[in-house]
Each structure stands twice: as structure tokens, then as C-alpha cells.
């Protein structure tokens, strides 16, 4: 429907809307799309104190490892809770392969089990925090993220996608794929850009760009005898 429109009109739009005008055509189109499938979660008239998803203390949360208790998330689950198509799909999992996922931490609630994230934007170096509320069985229940489109509490956004595709990374695989600070990265300065095929050269035969000179110690200089 919207992929159709001009960017005028799709601006036009969105500032009906009070949405964020950034981006390309498609980013446009797409947080069109998203509005109208939330209802326009993130208009002043649709929003109210009880749309605010209640998380537990922050002082319960733990950062996610190995030993941490998770529910049986999976790819199915993303799916279903999401109504992404198979690109939408990808392109959310590049983007946490891709170590947009700064940190994330775990809170055990009864029956369920509360997620809670940052996520970098993809633009600007910046971060959202982002909330997930899972059930013991691996259904996402509730969602919510700090960016325009993740008000509510069901939030849709692609930080909430790259939240989940961590958690059920880790559920999986026992990996978790955060961003790396530049102390974190091994140093690769040091190793050959491209792999040396050809066979090797004795010292002697190397070429020579200049001519060789002999070093002198004392240089005679030129004296004038009158």
C-alpha cells in the first residue's frame, strides 16, 4: 500500500502520526506499517498509564551466561509472535550476528521470565533498552523498547527481534553474541591483508630501486689550490 506513496506523502503521514520523518523510502514504509499494525501505539491518544509494561526490580536482574534459567525459546516463536516474513526475518538475525546487542540480563518471575536488553541503533551510536516478558513455555508475552515504534507493550521493532534472537542464540547454543569494545577485539594490524602464494625469493636476488652506495665515514671534500 505505501510503497506506492512518494516521500512526501509518507511524511506527510508519519507527522499525523508524530512518528520520526528519518530515513529512507523503505524505512517509511515500514514504520507505516508497523503503526498500523500496533494502532498507532505511538500516538499520544492511543497511549495510557496501562499500556506501561511492568518489569521487576532491576536489582533481580543477572546477566545472561550458561547457567542461567531460560525458557525453550525458539525460531518459531519469533516467528509467530512477530508475523514477519522470511526477509524481515533474516535481516533481524543479521543485525544480531552483526553484535548490535550490547548486553542482556534475566529476572525469574514465578512463571516467567523477564529479558531486559540494549540494543545499538542502527544509524547513530546510540542505544535502546528493550524489555521482554516470556512465559515458562517460550512465548513472548509482552515487549517494549525505548525507540519511536516499540511503545506499548507490544512492541514489534527490530530491537526487540535482535533481543530475541540472542536469547534464543543462547537457549540453543549456549552463546550469547554481544558487542565488542575495541580492547575486546584482537589486534589484526599486524597480519598480512592477503595470502602470500607465490614461491618464496632468496635475499640476494630481491630487486633494488636504488643503487647501492658505499658509506664513507670521512667524505673528501673538493679543496680549490690557488
Given amino acids: 500500500m505505501y510503497s506506492s506513496w512518494r516521500v512526501s506523502e509518507l511524511k506527510a503521514e508519519l507527522t499525523k502520526r508524530g512518528a520520526s520523518l528519518r530515513g529512507r523510502k523503505a524505512e517509511l514504509v515500514e514504520r507505516l506499517e508497523l503503526y498500523d499494525r500496533n494502532f498507532n501505539f505511538g500516538s499520544a491518544e492511543n497511549q495510557s498509564d496501562d499500556d506501561a509494561m511492568e518489569v521487576p526490580d532491576v536489582r533481580t536482574y543477572r546477566d545472561i551466561n550458561a547457567t542461567s534459567l531460560l525458557p525453550h525459546l525458539t525460531q518459531t516463536h519469533i516467528r509467530q509472535y512477530f508475523c514477519f516474513d522470511d526477509k524481515k526475518i533474516k535481516e533481524a538475525k543479521a543485525l544480531y550476528e552483526s553484535r548490535y ?19 545499538k541503533k542502527t544509524m547513530k551510536q546510540l542505544q535502546y533498552e528493550v524489555n521482554l516478558k516470556l512465559h515458562k513455555s517460550g512465548i513472548p508475552q509482552e515487549s517494549n523498547c525505548e525507540c519511536p515504534a516499540g511503545s506499548g507493550t507490544e512492541a514489534k521493532c527490530k530491537h526487540v527481534a535482535v533481543l530475541l534472537h540472542g536469547v534464543e542464540h543462547m537457549v540453543h547454543n549456549k552463546i550469547l553474541l554481544l558487542h565488542q569494545v575495541c580492547t575486546q577485539k584482537l589486534q589484526d594490524f599486524h597480519m598480512p591483508k592477503t595470502r602470500f602464494t607465490s614461491s618464496p625469493i632468496a635475499a640476494h636476488q630481491l630487486p633494488r630501486n636504488k643503487a647501492k652506495k658505499r658509506f664513507c665515514p670521512f667524505p673528501i671534500q673538493k679543496v680549490d689550490y690557488i
Fill in 101 to 119: 546487542l550490547v548486553l542482556a540480563r534475566v529476572s525469574n518471575v514465578g512463571e516467567n521470565t523477564f529479558i531486559k536488553g540494549y540494543c
